[in-house]
């Protein structure tokens, strides 16, 4: 098979199997490795800069995928970032030398793009240190290598807590801001990245510089959601407030509408403080609500919990025994269910998150939870992102296709409240260009169970899934979500182009993250 | 109900099954210390599915404390203290004949291999009695050795596995022999152990056994329990924590609710060692840090700091002017534990 050299900045032929799955669309998500030229010389820079490079299996083998577990890659180096003016010097000889340059935070991208296919992975995680928390003015100030998790731990020692944050404990918030971060309370909070009140950037070309919406804004608003095209973000101003505990209140339905209607009625209500989906696929449909206060809660009860046509778990499970009372063929189905039930619900029940009802620390609840009964060596997870009105048939969409190529699998659907004054972060990121007020994202992950797929099949079902935000002209958020071979189709040239040609004044090789966008 | 619908527990996995979560490394105290993802059990499990040898991979094997933070939060339940003590060991193996090894390991093979040809202990307590092995550190103490009998009102067993014990951490080989003799002369037992590797040890080697370790036994004395408030920080030892966490995390969970008094674990419900030492300091060839205790107490203000094993007493005296007391040390109870199977199951 003849490969053919791809220029940085164009999407090349898939170079894998053509007459493969005739008929489906496919083009080109894992990129062409770079061939090496000039490494020595690169290493023996990096060397007289005092910046440690570690090469060598050890070094490498840790980083050579990512949590999609389908895009493999090993870099010809490692450099664990400990400063900016480290960083700084990396980038520089970077520059001058060509050496692409793959930044990786916790590494949860799942299409390759924190896998570096040659040249330098730089893990930021080495940068991972608390530098202030300001209780009185609710900020704090930290490397942006730093897991959310680890933040968590610092900030509950002063009884505060972030915001909002992936439900991930090792998502990291330099990553996060680069890519969006959905919480249970974006609906009412907004993104992770809009958290963010001013950021340290080392730009591609290795100056540090500090940048917000009043210092430096324009490399701010690229910076913010920006898929670390335009700088690598080493530290960050975030918003915090006062640590509280949630009473978790779950609703149950067997349809995804009805479901997502409700979902969006509490949110354009503010009705609620938490709210989500998370469906055993589109059999059980478990609309979340939860309140960081008992007033809050009340106020709930006496405006809109009766407006709301979900079940109760007794309720539910009486209706899910009607239903397959009837449709005894499909007693697997219900089977199914009663496992899945057994398995998960007891993890957010768990005693020792639990006090006078409520639950503490709940990114640890969930996050263990997704990760033992979700996770896997290999997670796909393509997501749409959409304006409110365009939803639920996204859902819907994306659901059948769901059910075409996988047994069993879950949705996991949340609001993001926008924030007018942002709307310049949000141009071609995961937020739709069309979406005012709130966006909405849902995740379509199916259980791959120990079962074994081509990537064929995967790449399908992902492109299957693209294929619908494409058709809806929505998004893809979380993940670093965007697919190279996406991009264009979906945001169009003009608008790639323009960002291509900003990217390219601004990294004149085109060594940062170079194969995840352009 | 079908078999699928059970929840037995399964089987823990080998270092193929990593999927690079990388929870492991938020809870493990080489990477609290380095921050560098070689230094933590998903990088040794990244680099063996890399290929990478024993040799190669010596950095993490002797970095890591044994602490068994990593086990109960691995999703995919690998056994990663287990891998790390298996590695310990090959890496002992592999290298070649006469190189040259640190006294204290090949004292201990010498131990190991007299009492492997020495009769076992006479039976100085009866069977089903229960029995108390206090390990060196408690034996070194003979004052609050007594005082720990006297709360427990237990015998203090000859033969401690004192030798095993310190085998498991350096990755000696242990003579099947001596194994054997020590697991049968504690069958029927109800075992108390102050070694918290051990212990981890001795629930594979015993599935049967009734076990606990010193810290448990003694918060379930009365005299003990009604002595800690609330402005205490309860610190928990590790290892025996950890090796049977399910268990474990519901106990302290209640002592917390019915005390008051704050324990020394993370979000994740994972107890933070204290004092965490690696190969390296366990052989006297580097001095430990207090990383880990510091951290314990950043943003604390305790009254009072109780542990249960004598190491992290040691920690905290080195980093905080706090009164630091054993466990034992809050209350004489000279009763029996009458009550000890129902206590604790």
Known sequence: MKLFPVEPGTVGPCPVAPDALQGIKRQQTNPARWNGAGWQDFVAALGNAGVELAEGTVACGVYATDAGGTAYGMPHGVVIARSAGQISLLLKAAQSHRVPVTVRGGGLTTEGESVAFGGVLLDMTGMSRVLQIDAAALTVRTEAGIYWHSLAEELRRENLDYLSAPLNLTSSVGGTLGVGGIDVNSARLGCSADQALSLQVVTPTGEIVECSDSENPELFQRVILGYGQFGIITAATLRVRPYTPLAMRYFYYSSLRTAIEDLQMLDANDASDYSGILTIMDCAVNLLVAFDSDEREAVFHANWKSRLRGYGEFGFALCMAGHYALRPWKFREALYLLQRKREVFPEFRRPEYMRDGKMHDRSVVFSRAVWKHWGSRQMVIPDLATSADKFIEAVERGNAVCRKYFAHYTLYCVGIKLRPEHQPHYEMSCIPPDAEGWAYGCEFEPMIEGGVYSRDHFQAFKNAIYDIGVDLGASYYRFGGMMKGYIRRVFGDALVDRHLAMKRRADPAMILNRDVIF | ?345
């Not at chain 2, 929870?23 to 990088?43: A, I, K, N, Q, Y």
């Not at chain 2, 979000?267 to 006297?284: D, E, N, V």
């Not at chain 2, 580097?286 to 880990?292: K, S």
């Open chain 2, 1 to 345: 109900m079908p078999a699928f619908l059970a929840r037995a527990p399964a089987a823990p996995r080998d270092y193929a099954a990593c999927s690079g979560c990388s929870l492991c490394l938020l809870v493990c105290p080489m990477w609290r210390g380095s921050h560098d993802p070689r230094l933590t059990p998903e990088g040794l499990a990244k680099g063996l599915q890399s290929g990478a040898t024993v040799r190669e991979l010596a950095a993490p094997i002797v970095a890591c404390s044994l602490c068994g933070a990593c086990d109960p939060v691995c999703p995919e339940r690998i056994d990663l203290s287990g891998l790390i003590m298996d590695l310990r060991l090959r890496s002992a193996n592999s290298l070649p004949p006469n190189s040259p090894q640190p006294a204290v390991i090949v004292e201990l093979s010498a131990r190991l291999h007299q009492a492997a040809g020495a009769a076992p202990a006479a039976g100085v307590v009866s069977r089903s009695a229960p029995v108390l092995l206090p390990g060196p550190e408690l034996r070194a103490d003979p004052a609050l050795l007594a005082r720990v009998q006297a709360l427990l009102g237990l015998a203090v067993f000859d033969d401690d596995g004192a030798d095993i014990a310190l085998a498991l951490e350096l990755g000696v080989e242990i003579p099947q022999q001596r194994l054997h003799g020590f697991l049968d002369s504690l069958r029927g037992h109800t075992i108390v152990a102050a070694d918290g590797l051990l212990l981890r040890q001795l629930r594979r080697w015993l599935p049967g056994s009734q076990r606990m370790g010193l810290g448990p036994a003694l918060s379930t004395r009365a005299a003990v329990r009604s002595n800690l408030v609330p402005s205490d920080l309860y610190v928990i030892e590790p290892r025996a924590f950890h090796g049977d966490y399910e268990r474990m995390v519901g106990y302290y969970d209640r002592l917390q609710r019915e005390t008051g008094c704050s324990l020394s674990l993370d979000l994740q419900r994972i107890a933070i060692p204290a004092a965490s030492s690696g190969l390296a300091q366990k052989l006297g060839l580097a001095a430990g840090d207090d990383v880990q205790a510091k951290w314990m107490l950043q943003g604390r203000k305790p009254a009072r700091i109780v542990v249960e094993s004598l190491a992290d007493r040691a920690a905290f005296e080195r980093v905080c002017d706090l009164p630091v007391v054993h466990l034992a040390e809050l209350g004489e109870d000279p009763q029996m534990m009458q009550k000890f199977r129902h206590a604790f199951g």
